[in-house]
């Protein structure tokens, strides 16, 4: 992970297009910040920079420092001038450590040393941890032929974690594990009506304990399932599909895609409308419109349309910027976002661009 993330942030630079002379820095910035636990890139980035996205941009890489990517409590970040550039470098904290038992979980004279401090993450990612893992988009008849589930222990209709349920399907190439989940909304781009996708509401998790023929229909079975996790409650007609295992990035590198993106927020998790900070929301940019997981967006309410008296015409007003969000996840025709600023109340069909 370590490779990769100095792999990472030593092509940001080239990937996003970053041009010194776009970088501003906030009237009221600091000279000097010791790092916080609980703060993000994305934070100490606000203090410094009035677009927290060109971070790398003046970022200035210490070798004689240990991993000089990743930014731990303690450690003070100093902004410097470099042939009349702003630079921050980063002054190390001595790092605490723990002491604790050797391997053989028996006390002796060998100790292990572990650090106290983690990294900190780039963004906040608990606000994003169970999309990042667990929400998917997928394409259209994903749903239809999958088994689903047909009831719980007792005949309940109702189902959590630690109990078993009972799945009717397609088993002729079992899997060990399934995900269960709910179909969720449909989404089509609002401009061509062309269908990108459907939520697939991440329900729970469960394990398969065993297989029996299902005799009104010799190409079923009936699985019973062990459910081992679950986000809400699993009820009858959720459908099963593979586990899509996913690895949660510890850091992302903010910035701007490197082409023009126009687009909008299709949706809110829970399917409400209201957009608010740390809402994650999918919008109609994906891979094919060269949107990938770090790429910023500002998102801009629609400006209205008045009635000019005089002229006796319809003007529409400009469209106000009102908050940024970025790409954690990329699909082909679509993305997952996560709302890092909203200056104004936000709300589903509110416009996305590069910020």
Avoid: C
């Amino acid at each position: 992970m370590k490779k990769i993330i100095l792999a990472a942030a030593a092509t940001l630079l080239v990937a996003f297009g970053l041009q010194a002379q776009d970088v501003r820095l906030k009237p009221d910035h600091p000279d000097t910040y010791v790092v916080q636990k609980g703060d993000t890139l994305w934070d100490i980035s606000g203090r410094f920079l009035s677009q927290p996205w060109y971070w790398p941009e003046i970022w200035q890489v210490n070798p004689q420092v240990e991993n000089p990517h990743l930014i731990y409590p303690g450690d003070r970040l100093n902004l410097v001038y470099i042939d009349g550039q702003p630079r921050l470098e980063l002054e190390r904290a001595p790092t605490a450590y723990k002491l604790s038992p050797a391997s053989d979980n028996r006390l002796g004279p060998t100790v292990r040393r572990e650090p106290i401090e983690t990294a900190i993450p780039a963004i906040p990612l608990d606000a994003i941890n169970a999309f990042l893992s667990r929400s998917r988009i997928v394409g259209p008849g994903a749903f239809n032929g999958v088994p689903y589930v047909i009831s719980g222990q007792d005949q309940r209709i109702l189902m959590g974690a630690g109990e078993k349920i009972y799945a009717r399907g397609d088993f002729r190439e079992p899997l060990p594990s399934y995900g269960i989940y709910r179909p969720g909304p449909i989404y089509a781009d609002p401009y061509t009506g062309e269908e990108l996708g459907q939520q697939a509401l991440d329900v729970g998790s469960v394990d398969l304990r065993q297989l029996d023929v299902d005799n009104a229909n010799t190409e079923f079975a009936v699985a019973t399932m062990d459910v081992t996790r679950t986000s809400r409650d699993i009820r009858l007609q959720d459908r099963l599909l593979p586990v899509e295992e996913r690895a949660i990035a510890a850091l992302f590198q903010p910035g701007a895609p490197a082409v023009p993106v126009e687009g909008v927020i299709l949706g809110v998790e829970e399917g409400v409308t209201q957009v608010a900070k740390y809402d994650v929301v999918a919008i109609n940019r994906g891979l094919r419109e060269g949107l990938e997981p770090g790429h910023v967006l500002a998102i801009y309410k629609r400006g209205a349309t008045v009635r000019d008296q005089i002229a006796r015409q319809n003007v529409k007003l400009p469209d106000e910027r009102a908050g940024v969000l970025m790409v954690f996840r990329s699909f082909e025709k679509m993305s997952l976002g996560l709302v890092l600023e909203a200056d104004k109340p936000l709300a589903v069909m509110d416009l996305v661009r590069n910020p």
